[in-house]
């Protein structure tokens, strides 16, 4: 079976976050790449550094600062699936379920990554989590592609133990401080003292751009 990557996260900047390393090495090895992107993020505090965008601007802002972040990872195929932002929760399970099962079903993909749920903070992060998972328990088990899980949980080690996938992103970690940068409104301020921090080898900071780690999803069927 041909490899093929299917993304799947609530926010355009989650994916250059937890996964812009695991996507730019797909890339660079030929492997297609999808980005299902739930919502455009409109609902975002942030507005720029200093401030340049309003609510009503931060939408259309948003999807082109997606846009743009996908071109540094070289991901040609981006679904947004036009959700609203901070809802996801409020959603009828059923139906957001079928909305990624329609994209897997298509995409059919061998590797998924998402949020494991209920380790995502953030409402969105664990509702597309959930989504996800639920459109796969559809499936036999043997037709379940590997899904890898973010969780970003302070207890996810005690919770889930430790990561079992560790991914080595120095070789492409320019790629995803460049995709970083692509989601401005967002980032803008912090990568300023991200950036200072990488200059200064701090560990804690290093290590988003050393390696990324993911939680193989445990079925229990």
Not at 81 to 101: C, I, P
Not at 121 to 146: C, M, N, Q, S, W
């Amino acid at each position: 079976m041909n490899e093929h990557v299917l993304v799947m996260l609530p926010h355009p900047d989650d994916e250059s976050f937890g996964a812009a390393g695991l996507i730019a090495q797909s890339r660079k090895r030929g492997i297609p790449v999808t980005y299902a992107c739930g919502t455009l993020g409109e609902m975002g505090r942030n507005m720029g550094s200093p401030t340049y965008a309003n609510r009503e601007t931060l939408p259309e802002l948003r999807k082109q600062e997606l846009i743009n972040a996908c071109k540094e990872m070289d991901i040609t195929d981006l679904r947004m699936l036009g959700l609203r932002d901070k809802t996801l929760e409020f959603e009828d399970d059923e139906y957001l379920a079928d909305v990624m099962e329609k994209i897997i079903d298509e995409v059919k993909p061998t590797l998924i990554v998402t949020f494991y749920p209920g380790h995502g903070v953030h409402p969105d992060h664990d509702a597309t989590g959930e989504a996800v998972i639920r459109a796969l328990y559809r499936k036999k088990k043997e037709d379940r592609p590997a899904t890898y899980c973010m969780a970003i949980t302070k207890n996810r080690e005690e919770a889930l133990g430790n990561a079992d996938i560790v991914i080595d992103i120095t070789d492409v970690a320019d790629i995803k401080l460049n995709a970083l940068r692509a989601h401005r409104t967002q980032t803008e301020g912090m990568l300023k003292e991200i950036e200072q921090k990488l200059k200064n080898k701090e560990p804690v900071v290093q290590k988003w751009f050393d390696e990324e780690i993911y939680w193989t999803y445990q079925w229990n069927d």
